[in-house]
């Protein structure tokens, strides 16, 4: 055979072993959706709870450039919830914050926890990256919509399905230089 031929076909095979592996990262995000287990929900503290989000996300790239704020208001606050399902919403909404913020100077993060006029708890994910363009952001809760190039577009439709099975909700509010998804329960 040509070499030419050789190389153009394990060229062929490259391209091939590449789609496929993301074609498995993709079936398994998906796979994620619908094994998403029912709620099994307890009270926890939310302080000590978001806490322990910290130190999962402080290993990620950008962390060290990024301000980094736990309010809770009242500081014994509780919620009931998946404790489990919950922190896989907030450290999705975190890393979003950071992938947004880049190592920009000034980064900041803000994890908020409070109740609202209604006395129903909520928490905020807040940064001051370059925020969402007000004709994304209805899409960016779309299955597998994103504007990363590695993105899979899960983490917000996953999150907002979260909140849905906790009979709570998952909205955005962004303009230039401030981003806030806040969960209602
Ligand atoms: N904090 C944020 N600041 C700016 N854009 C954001 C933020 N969070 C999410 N986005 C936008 O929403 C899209 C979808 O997010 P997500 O569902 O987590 O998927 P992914 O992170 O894989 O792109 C992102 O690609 C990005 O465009
Ligand atoms: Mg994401």
């Known amino acids: 055979m040509a070499p030419q031929i050789i190389a153009n076909t394990l060229k062929g095979l490259d391209v091939i072993r590449e789609r496929s592996r993301g074609l498995v990262s993709f079936v398994e995000s998906y ?3 619908t094994h998403l287990p029912k709620p099994e929900k307890i009270s926890f503290p939310m302080l000590p709870f978001l806490e322990k989000i910290r130190i999962l996300v402080s290993s990620e790239p950008d962390f060290e450039t990024t301000q980094f704020r736990i309010e809770v208001q009242p500081e014994e606050m509780h919620l009931i919830a998946d404790e489990k399902l919950i922190s896989q919403v907030v450290i999705n909404l975190v890393r979003n914050a950071l992938q947004s913020l880049d190592a920009r100077s000034n980064a900041r993060i ?6 609202d006029a209604n006395g ?5 994910v807040i940064d001051n990256g370059p925020g969402i363009p007000i004709e994304l952001q209805e899409q960016i809760f779309i299955p597998f919509f994103t504007t990363r190039e590695n993105g899979t577009g899960i983490g917000l439709s996953l999150s907002k399905q979260i909140m849905r ?5 998952l909205r955005v509010n962004s303009r230039p230089g401030f981003t806030c998804f806040r969960m209602e329960f």
């Open 31 to 33: 796979r994620k959706f």
């Open 110 to 115: 803000v994890l908020k926890a409070c109740f």
């Open 120 to 124: 129903h708890p909520v928490v905020e």
């Open 165 to 169: 099975l906790h009979g709570g909700s």
